[in-house]
T-cell receptor, first 113, second 113 residues
Framework: SQQGEEDPQALSIQEGENATMNCSYKTSINNLQWYRQNSGRGLVHLILIRSNEREKHSGRLRVTLDTSKKSSSLLITASRAADTASYFCATVPGVQGAQKLVFGQGTRLTINP | DADVTQTPRNRITKTGKRIMLECSQTKGHDRMYWYRQDPGLGLRLIYYSFDVKDINKGEISDGYSVSRQAQAKFSLSLESAIPNQTALYFC????????????FGQGTRLTVV
């Protein structure tokens, strides 16, 4: 079964607003990553947060991680039409040797001009 | 040129046919992965390889096989294609530790009729 589950499954907001997507996971992790996918294209890495980190920023992106709740959130500030895409969280399990990315189902984000 | 190249990009094949999807990378990464994406289900791991002599099954390996011909090449085969293998297939690579990002190919859209 999928390790990560994103919430909401779909989000539609107006350009300029902030977009928040959440990810929950089931087992301990080494790190959690967020990826973006434009329609039908390959995934592109956005940001990685390690299990001992609580918050990380990259440009208009802010990621938080709460390991006690096994959850993460991705905030995109001042959204743009070009941010329209699907966003996936992916976890690397904390079990020794299990270093493979396990993806959630994704959040489909639509930014309306 | 893309760092991770998948061929073909699109393929329509008949039920029962054998088909091979190819992936090559110029990243110099040891780790390579094959994922399958279905609408609303995110990415599911089919097979992964940590080096040429190391092949591992993912969560949905039944009906698939792989070959790691070289560090840079990782092929996915469907021995006898069936319609429910219709999906978007992605190859990805990452460096050795699992704490870094994965790089994805542009995907192969496979339709089995």
């Amino acid at each position: 079964s999928q390790q990560g589950e994103e919430d909401p499954q779909a989000l539609s907001i107006q350009e300029g607003e902030n977009a928040t997507m959440n990810c929950s996971y089931k087992t301990s992790i080494n790190n959690l990553q967020w990826y973006r996918q434009n329609s039908g294209r390959g995934l592109v890495h956005l940001i990685l947060i390690r299990s001992n980190e609580r918050e990380k920023h990259s440009g208009r992106l802010r990621v938080t991680l709460d390991t006690s709740k096994k959850s993460s959130s991705l905030l995109i500030t001042a959204s743009r039409a070009a941010d329209t895409a699907s966003y996936f969280c992916a976890t690397v399990p904390g079990v020794q040797g299990a270093q493979k990315l396990v993806f959630g189902q994704g959040t489909r984000l639509t930014i309306n001009p | 040129d893309a760092d991770v190249t998948q061929t073909p990009r699109n393929r329509i094949t008949k039920t029962g046919k054998r088909i091979m999807l190819e992936c090559s990378q110029t990243k110099g990464h040891d780790r390579m992965y094959w994922y399958r994406q279905d609408p609303g289900l995110g990415l599911r791991l089919i097979y992964y390889s940590f080096d040429v002599k190391d092949i591992n099954k993912g969560e949905i390996s039944d009906g698939y096989s792989v070959s790691r011909q070289a560090q840079a090449k990782f092929s996915l085969s469907l021995e006898s294609a069936i319609p429910n293998q219709t999906a978007l297939y992605f190859c990805a690579t990452s460096s050795g530790t699992g704490t870094t990002e994965a790089f994805f190919g542009q995907g192969t859209r496979l339709t089995v009729v």
